[in-house]
C-alpha cells in the first residue's frame, strides 16, 4: 500500500527531492542569475544599467510576457565568450542537478547573440561543453533545442539555421519562442519543413498568451511533437481531446505563469486539470533566475496551491521521462529509477 496522501509539507519536500527528474523547458539565457550577470559584465567591460544586484532583482516584476521579454534579452548583452557560455550553463546544470533532474532540454536563442556578432560555435560550443561535463560527473543527460526568435521575420530563422548546420550533431531540435501574440507559428513554416528535413525535433512555444489556434497551427502547420506552455489549450475541447489522444506533451511553467500573469493566481492553474484530461503535461522552470524558482520550486509550489497528492506528482515525473528525447533504453533506465524511488518514499512515508 503506498502512501497515497501527503500527511506533511515535510513528506511533500522529501518525495519531490526523491524523485529522479527531466527538465524539458528550461531557456538557458533565463537561468542568468544576476550576481552572475555582474560578474560577466564585468568580465567583459560592459556596462549594466543597474546599480547593484539588489537593484536588477528589483526590476523584476513583470505584467505581462513583453514586460519580461525587454529585460530578458537586456541581460543577454554580457554573454560574449565561449566561457561565458559555459558559466551560465554550468551554474544552471549544478542547480539542477541539486534538485535530482537527470535530464535537461535546453532552449537558447541563438539570434540574440548571433545579431550582436557573437558566434554561433560560440554559443553552441559554450553551452554543449558544460553539458559534456554534466554527463562525466554526474551521468546527467541532456540535449540542446535551438529557439527561433518569433518576432523577427522567417528569412533571419533561416539564415540562422543554417548557420546552426555545422553544428547540427550537437542539436536535438529546433523551438518557437519570443512574443507570442501576433506572431502566429505559420509564420515558421518553411524553416521548421528545412529543421524536420535535417533530422532535427521540432517544438514550438503556443497557447502561453498566444490563443488556442495557434496551438493548432503549431501542431498541424509546423508538425511539432510538443508543445511549450499550452495552458491556453484548456479553452478548446476539441483540442484537448486531440491533445490527450496523441499524447502530445505539454511542458507547463506554473511559476512562470504566476510571474508573466497569465495565471497570477496559482490556485487557478489549470495543470491539474490537464492532468485529468489526460494530457502529457509534466512540470518546467522556463526562466527560473527571473521568476523565483527552479525546478523543485515549481513542484512544490504547485504542489501546495492545487492540493496535488504523491501519484499525481509520480505521474508529473513519469510525464517528463515520456516526453523527453531520450533514447527509449535510457528512457526506460530513468522510468524505473523514479518508480524506485517513489516505493522508497512510500514505503518510508507509509
Ligand atoms: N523566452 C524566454 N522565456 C520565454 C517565454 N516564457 N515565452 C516566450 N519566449 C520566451
Ligand atoms: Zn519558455
Known amino acids: 500500500m503506498t502512501a497515497?496522501?501527503?500527511t506533511s509539507e515535510q513528506a511533500q519536500h522529501a518525495?519531490?527531492?526523491a524523485l529522479p527528474k527531466a527538465e524539458l523547458h528550461v531557456h538557458i539565457e533565463g537561468t542568468l542569475e544576476p550576481e552572475l550577470m555582474?560578474?560577466?559584465?564585468?568580465?567583459?567591460?560592459?556596462?549594466?544599467?543597474?546599480?547593484?544586484?539588489?537593484?536588477?532583482?528589483?526590476?523584476?516584476?513583470?505584467?505581462n510576457l513583453q514586460s519580461f521579454l525587454d529585460i530578458y534579452y537586456a541581460g543577454t548583452q554580457v554573454l560574449l565568450?565561449?566561457?561565458?557560455?559555459?558559466?551560465?550553463?554550468?551554474?544552471?546544470?549544478?542547480?539542477?542537478?541539486?534538485?535530482?533532474?537527470v535530464h535537461s532540454e535546453l532552449f537558447f536563442d541563438p539570434q540574440s547573440h548571433t545579431s550582436r556578432g557573437v558566434d554561433m560555435g560560440v554559443v553552441i560550443h559554450g553551452i554543449h561543453r558544460a553539458c559534456a561535463q554534466a554527463q562525466t560527473q554526474w551521468g546527467m543527460s541532456s540535449a540542446l533545442i535551438l529557439c527561433f526568435l518569433r518576432h523577427l521575420s522567417e528569412a533571419d530563422a533561416i539564415?540562422?539555421?543554417?548557420?546552426?548546420?555545422?553544428?547540427?550533431?550537437?542539436?536535438a531540435g529546433v523551438g518557437l519562442d519570443s512574443s507570442e501574440q501576433g506572431h502566429p507559428p505559420e509564420k515558421f513554416q518553411r524553416v521548421f519543413a528545412q529543421a524536420q528535413a535535417l533530422g532535427l525535433k521540432l517544438v514550438a512555444h503556443a497557447g502561453e498568451e498566444g490563443p488556442p489556434s495557434y496551438v493548432w497551427q503549431a501542431l498541424d502547420v509546423l508538425g511539432v511533437q510538443r508543445i511549450d506552455h499550452g495552458v491556453r489549450a484548456m479553452e478548446d475541447a476539441d483540442l484537448v481531446a486531440r491533445l490527450a489522444a496523441q499524447r502530445t506533451p505539454l511542458t507547463v511553467c506554473p511559476l512562470s505563469n504566476k510571474a508573466l500573469q497569465v495565471t497570477?493566481?496559482?490556485?487557478?492553474?489549470?495543470?491539474?486539470?490537464?492532468?485529468?484530461?489526460?494530457?502529457?503535461?509534466?512540470?518546467?522552470?522556463?526562466?527560473?533566475?527571473?521568476?523565483?524558482?527552479?525546478?523543485n520550486d515549481n513542484f512544490n509550489a504547485t504542489i501546495s496551491a492545487l492540493n496535488l497528492q504523491p501519484l499525481d506528482v509520480l505521474t508529473l515525473v513519469r510525464n517528463s521521462f515520456e516526453a523527453s528525447f531520450v533514447a527509449p533504453d535510457l528512457r526506460a533506465q530513468y522510468q524505473l529509477r523514479a518508480d524506485q524511488a517513489f516505493a522508497t518514499w512510500a514505503r518510508d512515508h507509509a
Open 81 to 101: 565568450c565561449e566561457q561565458d557560455f559555459f558559466d551560465m550553463t554550468w551554474a544552471y546544470l549544478v542547480r539542477a542537478h541539486s534538485d535530482h533532474v
Open 15 to 17: 518525495l519531490v527531492g
Open 159 to 171: 539564415q540562422t539555421l543554417q548557420a546552426a548546420k555545422p553544428y547540427r550533431s550537437l542539436l
Open 264 to 295: 497570477p493566481d496559482l490556485a487557478k492553474h489549470p495543470l491539474k486539470a490537464m492532468l485529468d484530461a489526460g494530457l502529457c503535461a509534466m512540470l518546467n522552470s522556463d526562466d527560473p533566475a527571473y521568476f523565483g524558482g527552479y525546478l
Open 38 to 63: 555582474f560578474a560577466l559584465a564585468t568580465r567583459n567591460n560592459i556596462a549594466l544599467p543597474y546599480k547593484s544586484v539588489q537593484a536588477v532583482r528589483d526590476a523584476y516584476a513583470f505584467d
Open 4 to 6: 497515497l496522501v501527503f
